[in-house]
């Protein structure tokens, strides 16, 4: 009988934390019409929600706005840092204005900077889903805080905290001179031993996984806790933002680039070996766009997924709303449950996707350092490996002689 | 029909045949390491590694296509 309560309690709780994370009308209903819009609810709820935005979204706790950094150039030229504590200062004490919705052409009309309808953007919140411009001269680059940087700073903290800790009790002895202690001191060694021996080695040629290692590692780990973050209650994961993800994805290039081996430049530049001239004019473009085009799979890769999740689980709860605004209150309360127990099967599999996506971020990393820092020893002209292979042919020949006298 | 409509339609058809197509990808992939590891049991580990970093390198293909039709929604 009580599991039966706490079930009925937890789905109450569900159902209080889907009408909260959707606010009844959205900001669109605030244009005019009066009526809550199915694009009201696709543009400003699911995709304002999956995406990055410049506060936030604590709903039943308030909406606190986060620090907006603006490199501008102002109207005499020279560069100036604005920085202001929220969108709202930003709007309201800069010079910046809001630039005004329906401009479907891109020439819209003048920036809202002050008056009536400013405060009913604030009222609707409808400047935290808009863009800003400054009045006079334009913004450089923009520098704010967004929610994706304060995710993924939490991530880097909890990583960087859990790894120094450990690395401490190492270094005073538990692990090394005695087993492990505790539970996360296993547990992460299981996944470091588990990178290092089923990742890292089989893909990196000889002793070089040694190099990549701490790289692996840190991709694998900062990936996993922030994916793991998106599915914790009031945040989202740093991954789901094309920014992050490329940049781990310029990263592994990078680190590609630098430690490539000159085998794999020549082969990259000049085709693969004993190829006909023509041949090698048609793959050396096809080798080029593939090394670029393997890591922008990388990092698209990663995004998609997390950002897929995570729009799929906002359309299922819309998807409640949606019904409600075409059929009527009675099939939104039917659509209620079976979207719920879809919900949470889909957040199962988030949990599953969060771990697989970080092994495979990894992966296919060490895949592509190990790629570009082999060498070839089959040419048989290097002077190394042809004494070497040599030595042991002459040695074979010499136990074969012994082993069976040839009658000469 | 309008443009944007146009564009919702493409976006639909694009998703739906990009998952055709990963479905087959990753159907087959399954189905081949299933075999495979059915046939030698003490490969499976290896077998299990290799058939999530094919099934990630299609699962790109498919989420290319993807984040287009998002793009076609979303700009339009």
């Known amino acids: ?408 | 029909m309008e443009a944007a409509a146009l564009a919702y339609l493409a976006a639909g058809l694009g998703a739906g045949i990009a998952a055709i197509g990963a479905g087959i990808g990753i159907g087959w992939l399954a189905s081949s390491s299933m075999e495979g590891a059915a046939r030698q049991p003490e490969a499976a580990g290896d077998i299990r590694g290799l058939m999530i970093v094919s099934a990630a390198l299609i699962e790109g293909v498919a989420l290319f296509a993807l984040i287009i039709c998002l793009l076609l929604v979303v700009l339009v």
């Open chain 1, 1 to 408: 009988m009580t599991t039966r309560i706490r079930s009925a309690a937890a789905l109450v709780l569900l159902l209080l934390g889907a009408s909260m994370a959707f606010p009844a009308t959205p900001a669109r209903a605030a244009d005019g019409d009066g009526e809550v819009t199915l694009e009201g609810i696709v543009n400003n709820t699911i995709i304002g929600h999956a995406t990055d935005g410049f506060y936030l979204n604590l709903k039943p706790f308030g909406q606190p706005e986060l620090p907006r950094i603006m490199l501008a150039r102002n109207e005499s030229g020279s560069l100036t840092l604005d920085i202001y504590g929220s969108t709202k200062s930003l709007l309201k004490d800069g010079p910046y204005g809001l630039v005004p919705h329906g401009g479907e052409d891109g020439s819209h009309g003048d920036l809202i900077t002050a008056g009536a309808q400013l405060e009913e953007a604030f009222a609707t919140k409808e400047h935290l889903h808009s863009s800003v411009a400054r009045t006079s001269g334009h913004v450089v680059v923009d520098l704010s805080i967004t929610r994706h940087l304060i995710f993924a700073l939490r991530a880097m903290v909890i990583v960087g905290g859990v790894f120094i800790y450990l690395a401490q009790r190492y270094k005073n002895g538990t692990g090394r001179m005695e087993a492990p202690h505790g539970v996360l001191q296993n547990m992460m060694e299981v996944m470091v031993v588990f990178i290092r021996d089923e990742i890292a080695k089989p893909n990196i040629q000889g002793d070089k996984w040694r190099t990549f290692l701490p790289y692996l590692l840190t991709a694998f780990f900062f990936i996993l806790v922030a994916n793991i973050l998106g599915l914790v209650p009031f945040a989202g994961a740093a991954t789901s933002n094309i920014a992050v993800t490329g940049v781990m994805a310029v990263m592994t290039f990078v680190i590609g680039l630098l430690y490539g081996s000159a085998d794999h430049y020549k082969e990259l530049f000049t085709g693969p070996p004993d190829a006909p001239g023509f041949v090698r004019v048609i793959l050396v473009p096809i080798e080029i766009i593939g090394l670029v085009m393997r890591h922008l799979a990388l990092a698209i890769r990663l995004f998609a997924n997390m950002l897929g999740g995570s729009l799929i689980i906002f359309s299922l709860l819309g998807l409640i709303f949606i019904m409600n605004v075409v059929f009527g209150e009675a099939v939104a309360w039917g659509t209620t449950i079976i979207s719920i127990g879809f919900t949470v099967f889909i957040l199962l599999v988030k949990l599953l996707v969060a771990f697989i996506q970080a092994y495979v971020f990894t992966a296919l990393s060490a895949l592509f350092i190990g790629m570009s820092v082999e060498e070839h020893h089959h040419d048989g002209h290097d002077s190394a490996s042809a004494s070497t292979s040599g030595d042991i042919e002459s040695r074979l020949d010499a136990v074969e002689d012994a082993v069976e006298p040839t009658p000469a």
